[in-house]
């Protein structure tokens, strides 16, 4: 079965600094990996996602992630932290291949991230 | 605009009650699905389906049912609320082809109290 586990269930970072969210993943067939991020009082936005090809991903809002499959994770970056970064943010694996009707996505627990200003 | 649409925004309930937490989504998407969200669980996966007409169970099913007669709506039945079932309610939709390319859209969420 298909699993995600992240690093750190909060993490705090002062503005203008590096932004690291960790994530491992756990999948028996060749994963699909995504981020997204939940603004407070507000859904899940899709932030970026690996499915085949280049292992390195961009997002939206600068966010970046890339697929190591050596290691099994896809961690979440971004060189610069903003204010409007803070969030909670999620990874998730969709184990199934397109077309087989039923792929499901399973979340992480979240990472809460706090910018310092 | 189009995306997903939940309804209501927050609820209380009283134990033993039974309520149904809409969903609708007028992007033509096959697939819709409802999590719950706890705090340090994540989300977790109650039923989705792939099409009208189908339903399936995912991780946490107990105590709710699910309905699909149109492409666009997907309630959610609480059929006897427990406390156990306070917790924020996603609903999610995704186009059935290719979906793990398209990632979900999600509604914002039914906050949910049973006293």
């Known amino acids: 079965a298909q699993s995600v586990t992240q690093l750190g269930s909060h993490v705090s970072v002062s503005e203008g600094a590096l932004v690291l969210l960790r994530c491992n993943y756990s999948?028996?067939?060749?994963?699909?990996l995504f981020w997204y991020v939940q603004y407070p009082n507000q859904g899940l936005q899709l932030l970026l996602k690996?499915?085949?090809?280049?292992?390195l991903v961009k997002g939206i809002n600068g966010f970046e992630a890339e697929f190591k499959k050596s290691e099994t994770s896809f961690h979440l970056t971004k060189p610069s932290a903003h204010m409007s970064d803070a969030a909670e943010y999620f990874c998730?694996?969709?184990?199934?291949?397109?077309?087989?009707?039923?792929?499901?996505?399973?979340f992480g627990t979240g990472t809460r991230l706090t910018i310092i200003p | 605009n189009a995306g997903v649409t939940q309804t209501p925004k927050f609820q209380v309930l009283k134990t033993g009650q039974s309520m149904t937490l809409q969903c609708a989504q007028d992007?033509?998407?096959?697939?819709m699905s409802w999590y719950r969200q706890d705090p340090g669980m994540g989300l977790r996966l109650i039923h989705y389906?792939?099409?009208?007409?189908?339903?399936d169970q995912g991780e946490v099913p107990n105590g709710y049912n699910v309905s699909r007669s149109t492409t666009e709506d997907f309630p959610l039945r609480l059929l006897s609320a427990a406390p156990s079932q306070t917790s924020v309610y996603f609903c999610a939709s995704t186009q059935s082809a290719n979906r793990g390319l398209y990632g979900y859209t999600f509604g914002s969420g039914t906050r949910l109290t049973v006293v």
């Open positions: 690996y499915t085949t090809g280049a292992t």
């Open positions: 992007m033509n998407h096959e697939y």
């Open positions: 999948s028996s067939v060749p994963p699909y």
């Open positions: 998730a694996v969709s184990e199934n291949p397109p077309g087989f009707g039923n792929e499901k996505l399973t």
């Open positions: 389906s792939v099409g009208a007409g189908i339903t």
